[in-house]
């Protein structure tokens, strides 16, 4: 399968198709700068993005699942149709189903893959629509850009969720910011969902944090103060941010997380949550964006 993917879509020392962990298959991206990135076919997720310094900027569980069915705890799990609990299983089918490979290459814009995914009889078992969903993995200098794109295949309307749960790498929890959330309304699903409003420009962490932000302005900034780096998030067309930290109790239940992990992790989750599904009417096409930029790399 890998030799064939090379075949058909990859660029020697650009893009390449290789087996990650419990062989699972990868494509893995080298940008000229030096810059890197790592998706795993399964759930589209992207597992590593490196500067071309070679710094990692995600986190991903040492305890993390690489298996069919399973998640993978960390990196950038793709969030489709639901987001949170639900009918569908936690966060929807899209992070534990198979995709395909669909265009790959480097142009000036930087080296990218697109990744897709369609209705199977497992999806329709669990959402009877037809729909689809596609990933493009765009790797620049200092970005990493992921766009995605919902198509209505069905003839009935859908409501959907999709959400990228990024896990950022950062060098100390209690030594990060997250910036551009103040004067929106939140969800703090740790107090039955009380809507808030946020007053603070510099969010710091020193408790367990879930949160969804509802139309939240399309740049923020997360300063890794232990790294001496600040991320720039830019994003269209996704409209929520939830911020997670499961800190000390939740990171003990969780037996893919390592229970000291909370620290050197955020999830920053930008996109259309299920506070506020989109709904899709035949044939419509949703698409949404973020752009991730280092904005300052540490001397
Ligand atoms: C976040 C949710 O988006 O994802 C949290 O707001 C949840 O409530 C977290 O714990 C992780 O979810 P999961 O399914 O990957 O363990």
């Avoid at 569908?88 to 089918?93: A, D, E, I, T």
């Avoid at 100390?172 to 009380?194: K, M, N, P, W």
């Amino acid at each position: 399968m890998l030799d064939a993917l090379q075949g058909e879509f990859g660029v020697p020392g650009v893009v390449e198709f290789v087996p990650g962990r419990n062989g699972m298959p990868t494509v893995r991206l080298r940008h000229p700068s030096g810059a890197g990135a790592e998706a795993y076919l399964h759930g589209a997720h992207v597992t590593s993005w490196t500067t071309p310094a070679g710094e990692e900027l995600l986190f991903v569980s040492r305890q993390s699942h690489f298996a069919a069915g399973r998640p993978i705890r960390g990196g950038i799990p793709v969030i489709f149709p639901q987001f949170g609990p639900g009918a569908l299983p936690q966060h929807g089918f899209a992070r534990i189903s198979e995709w395909h490979v669909r265009r790959a290459g480097q142009t000036d814009a930087g080296v990218s893959v697109t990744l897709g995914l369609a209705q199977t009889p497992e999806t329709l078992a669990l959402w009877p629509y037809h729909f689809d969903l596609e990933l493009q993995i765009l790797l620049r200098e200092n970005a990493l850009a992921l766009t995605a794109r919902v198509v209505n295949h069905d003839p009935r309307p859908f409501d959907f969720a999709q959400v990228l749960h990024t896990y950022f790498r950062v060098a100390d929890i209690e030594q990060a910011a997250v910036l551009g959330l103040q004067g929106t309304t939140y969800i703090d699903s740790l107090r039955d969902d009380a809507r808030e409003t946020e007053t603070r420009a510099e969010i710091r962490f020193a408790g367990e944090v879930d949160r969804i932000y509802l139309n939240v302005p399309d740049c923020l900034r997360l300063r890794d103060e232990g790294n001496g780096r600040t991320l720039t998030l830019q994003k269209q067309g996704m409209p929520d941010v939830t911020l997670w930290n499961p800190w000390v109790d939740k990171a003990q239940r969780m037996a893919d997380f390592g229970d000291d992990e909370y620290r050197e992790m955020i999830c920053v989750e930008t996109g259309v949550a299920m506070a506020t599904p989109l709904s899709l009417a035949p044939g419509q096409q949703w698409q949404g964006e973020t752009i991730f930029q280092v904005e300052n790399a540490p001397a």
